[in-house]
């Protein structure tokens, strides 16, 4: 086992060896060819990172300072989310007319400018321009918050694109206090414009319900229990009223026996004549027809007596008012006394009656109230509706309103929420573009590979022998000898005229490439750019 490991570690330096010796031989007869290959490459790719213009970065790191103010006291009206709101504020700032101006000031890509259409001018100048955000991961969900973001411009001239970058940053924190303003007055006016819409509605439902309130006074439910409560105390009333009439004709016809029995009792009774007992008669009746109808019995005995002494008198015209008062007034004192009671209590009731026509008026007028109630309830609650709806929605309009005159006002004394400069940008010391030192190691491997491609292609397409081992192994004929190769004075000399003119080529060839490379890469920050890695 150990000899074979010997004979394979053998063949193994011998293989090696052979590979050497083919690669010194390769190089011999290939080497001008592998400089060549090498050279043009490498010499051009050279040049052009060498003349490319450097390209400076700076950066500024721009704050977010969230709203100074709680949210619990004053909620802000500025709501969308930051990202949205920057997207929107770069929209802004990189506008053509914007950028115009800025390059205007700054006198940016004059080259360019004077060869380029101005849109071409401010579509480079917006890919110049950079914005990464910062974010942190926050609350149990781990979404991501931004609280600073980073604002870069890429330029030739380290100190003009500084100041391009902290006019760029100044520009962001202008318009976010413009934009939190306008959207914080555009709401508060917006809300005002709702406000006086709403309170137009409202005092228009107001009327309504203080007209049919007006009109339907004492019919409106809530006034059923007053009604219910006075229709009980009108009745109670009436019912005192009625004991009191019942009273008083009880008292009357008490008189009106008392009355018959003094007369009869009176000394002159007898002697009373039928004209004096007619016209008392007659008083009787007026007195029992002022409180009682004719179907009332005594009412219809007493005409019936008044027709018997009629007929009997043979009385001609009706005994007028002054004949019954000087009747009256033969009469004797206790029956005189006995009229004026009974006239006292035909005016009380009189007044009881007028009393109780009144009452029944305003008995049935509550009565009435009552009974409509119901329908006054329905129209009411379907008045109303509208008035409630619309006044909780005056109310929550009137709380937004003034919640976004409080926003309005945190916006204006700048108590928001803010962009601040953390970190100003300064002129860079280094170029950002282009990374020259990893680019020519780059075109250093590239040239190198391409030398030994070449090198090996040439191998392959031209292929002679030259050993006498190659020879052998190629054809099966026998090698009878080996012929050295004879080099004369005139082949040394034209050997050396074709080196020297190879060389002249060459370098001239190299010197054309350092010159188009120069007319290339010269002030091509384009060029830098793009062979940059890393660029954002």
């Not at 916006?411 to 860079?428: I, M, N, S, T, Y």
């Amino acid at each position: 086992m150990n000899h074979d490991k010997g004979t394979l570690m053998q063949e193994e330096a011998v293989r090696s060896g052979s590979m050497t010796e083919m690669v010194k031989s390769a190089w011999g007869r290939r080497k001008w060819l592998a400089i060549v290959v090498f050279a043009v490459p490498f010499v051009t790719a050279v040049s052009l990172i060498m003349f490319m213009p450097g390209i400076y970065r700076s950066t500024a790191t721009i704050l977010v300072d969230r709203q100074q103010v709680p949210e619990s006291m004053v909620r802000p009206t500025v709501t969308s989310a930051l990202e949205t709101r920057l997207h929107t504020i770069s929209q802004e700032i990189l506008s053509r007319s914007r950028l115009d101006a800025l390059i205007r000031q700054f006198d940016l890509y004059p080259d360019v400018r004077r060869s380029s259409p101005l849109e071409e001018v401010i579509d480079r100048m917006r890919k110049d321009i950079k914005l990464e955000l910062k974010a942190v991961q926050q609350g149990e969900d781990r979404r991501s918050a931004t609280i600073a973001f980073e604002l870069s411009y890429d330029g030739r001239n380290p100190e003009k694109v500084a100041r391009v970058t902290n006019t760029l940053a100044s520009f962001y924190i202008e318009e976010n206090l413009k934009a939190r303003e306008r959207q914080a007055v555009g709401t508060s006016e917006f809300l005002k414009v709702q406000l006086a819409d709403a309170k137009k509605r409202l005092d228009a439902q107001e009327a309504m319900v203080s007209e049919f309130k007006k009109r339907y006074m004492g019919e409106l439910p809530q006034q059923t229990d007053a009604n219910l409560n006075t229709i009980e105390r009108l009745s109670t009333q009436l019912r005192l009223n009625g004991d009191s009439q019942t009273r008083l004709r009880e008292r009357r016809d008490a008189l009106a026996r008392q009355y018959a029995e003094t007369a009869a009792q009176s000394p002159d009774g007898g002697s009373e004549g039928a004209a004096e007992r007619l016209a008392r008669l007659k008083l009787e009746l007026r007195s029992l027809r002022s409180s009682y109808s004719d179907k009332y019995p005594d009412i219809a005995r007493l005409k019936e007596e008044i027709a018997a002494l009629e007929r009997t008198v043979a009385e001609p015209e009706p005994v007028t008012d002054k004949q019954n008062k000087k009747a009256a007034a033969v009469l004797s004192p206790q029956l005189f006394r006995i009229k004026q009671s009974q006239a006292e209590v035909d005016s009380e009731l009189s007044i009881l009656k007028g009393e109780e026509g009144r009452l029944r008026s305003a008995l049935s007028a509550y009565v009435g109230r009552v009974e409509n109630s119901p329908r006054r309830e329905q129209e009411f609650r379907e008045m109303t509706r509208d008035y409630d709806s619309t006044r909780e929605y005056y109310q929550s309009l009137m709380k937004r309103y003034d919640d976004a005159q409080l926003a309005e006002s945190m916006e204006q004394r700048q108590k928001g929420e803010q962009f601040r400069v953390l970190d100003p940008a300064v002129p860079a010391a280094y170029p950002t573009a282009p990374n020259r030192l990893r680019l020519i190691i780059m075109a250093l491997a590239a040239s190198v590979g391409l030398a030994v491609a070449g090198v090996m292609l040439a191998e392959r397409i031209n292929a002679p022998c030259h050993s006498l081992d190659e020879l052998r192994a190629l054809t099966t004929l026998p090698v009878l000898l080996s012929i050295p190769l004879i080099v004369t004075p005139e082949d040394t000399a034209r050997r050396n005229r074709r080196m020297r003119l190879a060389a002249a080529s060459v370098v001239a060839g190299l010197v054309l490439l350092v010159g188009v490379s120069f007319f290339i890469a010269h002030g091509n920050e384009q060029l830098a750019l793009l062979v940059t890695r890393g660029r954002m």
